[in-house]
């Protein structure tokens, strides 16, 4: 794993504490509506906010403006990702899936800018054949 | 995503199937070259953005699809206005808020209302003087840390399972022949073993988000 070269030195601050290595073994709530974190090195901080850093996981069934009977239901899926022909179709006829979703059958690129004009082309020519 | 934040990727990452309206052909007719803007701010990247829907004169329906239906082989989107629309194709592009990742054994250490995720965390105005927590060592984690103190967070801490990652200059060049590669042949990833996939995941989450 690595980390752009420009966030070096602006993490490396004094009022910026990196804990490496550790999990959170407890969180209480105080009566001043801040937070005890506990840390299994036996570290301790006390904030008012914890931000989760913990990244993305496609799951259609998260996508609540899905009809539920006529497309969610029927859509195949796998580990919450669309089942896709290698021209990103779904196996709903001419809906079509692509970016983080499409990422298992088309790998990881496919959730970046990199992939865009790719899938763009694929899906554009597809349609077009169909009209 | 935040004001202030930068891209990972450089100037060859862009939108254009054609590859005319490219963010290279943007930079230049902004008289700006490559090493003026690296890293890419994101601010620029939406620019570029704009600047691409404009060479195609495509129009944008700002409204949110609020349900999405099928029925005799067509598609009925309903939008936030009340109106609708009728397809017959329908592309999602998803972006990445649906998906946020909220790990179940992290959450349920954590009480109600103490928590956010980092997309939800884009106005770094509300944190200034404030005492915060992040969970995660990858880049987003960060940056987000970085952006925070910037605008004047009192205290950040970080924490994470890994070693703390190197900070490098990556080099992406390896990236845009494998996402071109599916040009070819579309189906080249799915019958890759999962070992082979599983290897060019490790190496891509190398450098990745």
Redesign the interface.
Known sequence: ????????A??H?P???????????????RSDL??D?L?DDDST???????????????MH??????R???LNPLETVEGYPVLD???QSN??????????ATR??????G???????A?????EQ?AS?Q | MPRGMFLRSGSDWQLDAREVATFEAYMKQRGVTTDQIKPVPLDTFLDYASWFMGQYAVKSHPSLVTHLASSNGAYTATLDDGSQIVANHVLLGLGFAFFKHYPPELVEKLPPGSYTHTCDTVDFEFYRGKRVLIVGGRQSAFEWAALMNEKGAEQIHITYRHATPKFTEPDWSWVLPLARRTLDDHGWWRKLTAEDQEKSVTTFGQQDV
């Open positions: 794993m690595i980390l752009e070269a420009w966030l070096d602006r993490v601050q009022n910026i504490y990196i804990h490496e290595k550790t999990v959170i073994v407890a969180v209480n709530a801040t937070f974190v840390l901080c006390n904030v008012h906010h914890i931000i989760l850093a913990t990244g993305y996981h496609p799951n998260n996508v609540a403006f899905l009809d009977v006529t497309i290698t021209e990103f709903l006829p001419n809906l079509y899936v692509t970016g983080l979703a059958d088309f790998g990881p690129f496919f970046f800018t990199v992939a865009c004009p790719v763009a082309k694929i899906i554009g349609v169909h």
